[in-house]
C-alpha cells in the first residue's frame, strides 16, 4: 500500500494545479464577463432591459427571471431611439426621450415636477418618447419574456398604437415621484392611465377640472389599443 502512496500523491497534485489553473481561467472569464455587463449597462444605460422592467415593476406575478441583457443586442436602440439614460429629468432637453415629448405634456410635467421638487420630491423619466423601431423591439422582447403576444400586450403596446410613440405617455419614478402625481397630478392634467402601470402618465386636460378619468385595467382595456 505505501508504494501507491506516491502515485496517489501525484495523481491528486496534478487535478489540484488543474483545479487552480481552471479557477483562474474562470475568475478570468468571469472578470472580463462581469466588467462587459457593467460597460454595456453604462454605456447603454436605458438598454430595452431598463424599460421592460421599468414596465415590469410593481406587476403582478411579473417574472424575475433573467432579463435580456444589453450585451446581448448589439444593435440595442439609443437615446436617439428615445432610450433615457439613468436619472434623467423632464428638464433634460437634450435627450430625445424627453424632447419629443408632446410640448403640452412636457410643460405639464415640469410644472409639477417642479411643484414636487418645492417638497422634496424628485421625477426621474424612465421613459418617454420611443422610436417605432425601439417600440417595436420592446415588444418583441416582452413576447418572449412573458410566451405569448396576448399577454405581452398587458405590458407593451405595438408601435402604431404606444402613446410613447407619438409622444404623449411617459413613464416617471421613483416610488414617491409617482405617489406624488397619484395624488396631485390632476391639477395638472396628469393621469394615470393604466391600474398596473403606477409609472405611465398620460396628459387630459379637462382632468384640472373634473378629475382624472376613470383607469383601464390594463391597455388591452384600452380602446386605443384596439387596432
Ligand atoms: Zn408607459
Known amino acids: 500500500m505505501t508504494r501507491s502512496e506516491p502515485a496517489r500523491a501525484t495523481t491528486r497534485r496534478i487535478p489540484r494545479i488543474f483545479v487552480a489553473g481552471l479557477l483562474v481561467v474562470i475568475a478570468a472569464i468571469a472578470g472580463v464577463l462581469g466588467y462587459q455587463l457593467l460597460a454595456s449597462s453604462s454605456s447603454t444605460a436605458t438598454s430595452p432591459t431598463d424599460v421592460l422592467r421599468s414596465e415590469h415593476r410593481g406587476a403582478p406575478g411579473a417574472p424575475d427571471g433573467p432579463l435580456l441583457l444589453g450585451s446581448e443586442h448589439p444593435g440595442a436602440p439609443g437615446e436617439a431611439d428615445g432610450a433615457v439614460p439613468d436619472g434623467a429629468t423632464v428638464f433634460d432637453d437634450e435627450i430625445p426621450g424627453v424632447a419629443n415629448l408632446d410640448p403640452a405634456l412636457l410643460g405639464a410635467l415640469r410644472q409639477a415636477a417642479t411643484d414636487a421638487a418645492d417638497e422634496g420630491v424628485e ?75 403606477p409609472w405611465h402618465y398620460e396628459l387630459r386636460p379637462d382632468a384640472i377640472d373634473h378629475g382624472c378619468p376613470p383607469m383601464y385595467a390594463d391597455p388591452t382595456h384600452d380602446p386605443r389599443m384596439q387596432e
Open 123 to 197: 421625477f426621474v423619466v424612465d421613459s418617454g418618447w420611443r422610436s417605432r423601431e425601439y417600440q417595436n423591439q420592446l415588444l418583441r422582447e416582452a413576447v418572449s419574456e412573458y410566451g405569448s403576444e396576448a399577454e405581452a400586450a398587458r405590458w407593451v403596446a405595438t408601435a402604431e398604437t404606444s402613446a410613447h410613440v407619438s409622444g404623449d405617455a411617459v413613464d416617471i419614478g421613483p416610488f414617491d415621484a409617482t405617489a406624488w402625481l397619484s395624488e396631485h397630478g390632476a391639477q395638472y392634467g396628469l393621469c394615470r392611465i393604466y391600474s398596473n402601470e
